[in-house]
Every structure is written in C-alpha cells, then in structure tokens.
C-alpha cells in the first residue's frame, strides 16, 4: 500500500494514466479504420506514419530540458492535454498531412506523459512500493483498454469516426487540465538534474532496455502479422486476443509486482528471457494457428515483467538522476523502434522464421546479461504489500 505522504501522487498518477491508456486505445482502435476508409491512405503511407508515431518516444530525452520551464507533475498533466488534443483533431483532418500531425502530438503527449510517469514513480514510492504501484497502474490501464473497447463498440452504432475521436480526446483534455493546477509534489524529495546524466554504471541498464525495445518492436510489428499473414486470422479473431490480453494484464500485473519484491529483478528478468526465447523459437517453428495464438498471449504477458528493469534502475540510480534516467531509457527503447522494423521486414522478406530466430537470439543475450542484475542490498522499509 502507498503511504499518506505519497499517496496524492498516487492518485494523480492513476487519474492520468486513465485518461492517457483510455484516449490511446480509443485512437488506436479506431485509426486503422478512419485512414483507409475516410483518409483512403495506402501502405506506404501508413507505414511513414506510424514510424513517425515513434519519433516522440526517440526525442523523449528532450523531456529533462522542459523540466526547466515547468515542474515533473505538471508536465505529466499538460502531456495528456496534448495526448487528448491530438486524439480529438484527427477526426477532422482526413488527409496524409493531417493524419501525420495529428499522430505526431497525440505521441509526444503519450511519450512524455510515460516518461514522467515513471519518473514519479520512482521517485515517489521506495524500493518495495515502486514495483507495485508500477504494476497496479499497468493493470488499470489494462482494464480502461477493456473498457474503451467497449464503449467504442456502444458509440460505432451512433456516431462517426470525427464524432468519436473528438469524444475521446476531449475526455482526455479534460483530465488534463483538471490535473494541471494539482500540486501532489512533496519538498523532501532529492530535487531532479535538469540535464542528461550518463554514468557508466548505469550501462546494464542501458543495454536491457535497448534490448528490451528491440523485443516489444517484434512484438508489435511482427507478431500479429504473422496470425494475419501466415495463419489468416480475421479482424475479429485479433480483437479477441486483445480482449484476452487486457483481461489477463488486468489479473496478472499485480502478481508480477509482488514477484519483483519477493524474488528479485534478477530472478524475473530471467523468467522473462528464458520463456521469449523458447517462444520466438515457436513462432519460427510451429505452424498451428491455434499454437501461434497462445504463444501470442504468452509474448504479451511476459512484456509486462520489463518493469523490473526499471525497478533495478531505481536501486541503483542516485537519487537526482530518476528524471534523466527515464528520458534516456525511452530514447534508447526507441533506437530499436526505428531499427527493427526495417532490418525486420527486409529478413522478413527472405524467410519469416528468420526475424524470430533473431528475436530468440536476442532473447538469449539479454537472459545472460540479466544474471549480473545484482542491486544493492535495500534497507527495509516499512511498507505493506
């Protein structure tokens, strides 16, 4: 449980990150759709479009510089605003042009809001509360994806796509604003460089995370094309697994914030690796469609235990460096955005087993990598689960 001196922020956390996941699956439940029917953009287009969804994340490190125009809290509120404004214009600019604009602000509010989300976390709650404050929150955002899928459902039958996006967003904004007056912040905290720290004993940390985007990269570009591709895979089926996926993260983050206090970062970043790789060596090698689903479920639940990375960071970080170090962890998981996609669908275009045989390998170097985790011995602190 968070304690009362950190408890304001909890909340504040837990509003914004219900209307930043709500506003975000609602734009992404309905973009697909809205650009090819009402935009009429071809694959090219989409595909210059969602890499320039990645560009936030890539300049996140630009966040520690805004720190000095306006505090961690506020810019986290004000990134929903931006999140929300851009989700609720894109329904009213249904054109190439548009679109890119549209989904170049609704990415930075999404990417700065992470950035200090986490940022506060770490900050905010100690040792033993971090993983699970982190994990409740992934489970709420989990359940407002259930959620919005729903109402999405309810709103299709009445309304439009500009109708719907301008619902969402707008619903966002106003959270945000709602958030931007709010003061949670407590004075005895270590006060935050307003600068970029690199320090060479960060540089595990730097490397799983590379590592780790380059993972969540084949995930998301290559794991349901492959169902679609490979095993025909309807719209329906994917929006089930969906479902299932936010039904069992709803469930499950919270046990895996409890695993990373109980055993260690260590001990579940090497479940983690050890599981992706017998699971990318699946995807390359079986060829059942029912197989490849459940492997699909499995990829997506074991992502979530990447919290453990940032929870080792905590342990061994100075205090002051917790804004820093979560603007450069972004930017460096974003080097593989922009990466793995590419050299993906070139080796993709030769042999698909070929890009899963590399994510195992992958997989492989960060599970022998993950066995130097060995943070500090922590004082204990008295904190409940």
Known sequence: MTDDRSRKMYVFLLVLTVAAYGAFQGWRTLFNNFAVEVAGLNGAQMGLIQSVREVPGFLALLAVYVLFIISQHRLAALSVVVLGLGVSITGLLPHFAGLTFAVLLMSFGFHYFETMNQSLTLQYFGVRQAPLVMARLRSIGAATNLAVGGLVWLLATTLGFTSMFAVMGAAAMAVGLWALPQDPTR???????????????????????????????????????????????????????????????????????????????????????????????????????????????LDNIFFNFAMAIRTYYQKIAEPGDMASGMAVGFTINHIAAVCIP?????????????????????????????????PPAQQEESESD
């Open 342 to 374: 590419v050299l993906g669908g070139l080796a993709w275009m030769v042999d698909y087993r070929t890009v899963f045989f590399g994510a195992a390998g992958m997989s492989l170097v960060s599970l022998a990598l993950s066995q130097l985790v060995n």
């Open 187 to 297: 004075q005895d905290l270590t006060p935050q460089h307003k600068k970029l720290i690199f320090r060479r004993k960060y540089w595990l940390f730097y490397i799983l995370t590379f590592l780790s985007g380059g993972r969540r990269q084949i995930f998301v570009a290559f794991a349901v094309f492959l169902l679609v591709q490979r095993y025909g895979y309807t719209v329906q089926h994917i929006t089930l697994l969906f479902v299932l996926n936010n039904a069992i993260n709803w469930a499950l983050n919270p046990l895996i914030g409890r695993a990373v206090n109980r055993f260690g970062e260590r001990w579940v970043l090497s479940l983690e690796y050890g599981s992706l790789i017998f699971i990318f060596l699946a995807y390359a090698l079986v060829d059942n469609a029912l197989v490849a689903g459940a492997l699909y479920v």
